[in-house]
């Protein structure tokens, strides 16, 4: 039986860890807690620089004064997943609406953060025409999904994943965050593609108008030992 664990895992780890450590030094006002939390932020960093393949720890102490650096005070200081958003832009040829991030090479839907004083759908509409040139109206909610747990981020976030129609527009890659932008069929689609063993059955399914519930990631049984992978 293989008992390595992943760099997903390990990653995952660090960052609940680091959570942990920021939200409680967000609250307490106890110099004891405030190290033994510090500490905590010291091994989170260590086993991020162990997932990330710097087994000297380089970076670790650059990783531990920007967590320090972001800590709040009481409610603002307790630390959550960013929040982004998604966009499963299908046409009428059964094709998806996917960029090339100018970031990583990596292809995926048209997806952005959450913009303060915007609704979730709001912002799909205006990430989509920003990075696309497309215009598009939303159909419907069709997945929740952790991005750590997915492999799309190194950073926490809960990613919501809205169906929408094109009704306008012409492709127009954003010049400094989209390598590429494409139409793309089920069977033809680019490489590499983040998560899609995860997101494109169900994805595909909605865009051809069946009747899917919203996807989200299953509960683990226990939590920080279950099959991270298991939908």
């Known amino acids: 039986m293989d008992h390595r664990v992943s760099t997903k895992q390990l990653l995952r780890w660090s ?7 920021r939200t409680g030094l967000g609250f307490t006002k106890s110099l004891y807690e405030q190290e033994r939390f510090e500490e905590v932020l010291h091994v989170a960093a260590d086993i991020r620089a162990s997932a990330e ?4 720890g ?17 409610v603002p200081g307790y630390v959550t997943p ?4 998604g966009a499963a832009v299908g046409n009428d040829r059964g094709e998806i609406l ?14 952005g953060w959450a913009d303060v ?7 799909v509409v205006k990430e989509v025409e920003e990075e696309t040139g497309i215009d598009v109206e939303v159909v419907r909610l069709v997945a929740v999904l952790d991005g750590l747990r997915l492999g799309i981020s ?4 809960y990613s919501l994943v809205f169906q929408c129609r094109p009704v306008g527009g012409e492709l127009r890659p954003h010049p400094l965050e989209c390598a590429d932008v494409g139409w793309f069929a089920p ?6 593609l983040a998560g899609a063993e995860r997101w494109g059955p169900h994805i595909f399914a909605a865009l051809a108008g069946e009747p899917v519930d919203v996807l989200y990631d299953s509960v683990r049984s226990p939590t920080w030992r279950g099959d991270p992978d298991r939908l």
């Open 187 to 192: 069977d033809r689609l680019p490489a590499p």
């Open 117 to 123: 004083g915007y609704s979730a759908a709001e912002v």
């Open 154 to 157: 190194r950073i926490p976030l």
């Open 98 to 111: 996917l960029i090339k991030r100018a970031d990583s090479g990596v292809w995926l839907y048209p997806t």
């Open 82 to 85: 960013k929040v982004a958003v």
């Open 58 to 74: 380089e970076d670790a102490e650059g990783r531990v004064d920007e967590w320090l650096r972001s800590v709040g005070e009481g």
């Open 15 to 21: 960052e609940a860890l680091a959570g942990i450590a």
């Open 53 to 56: 393949g710097d087994a000297a």
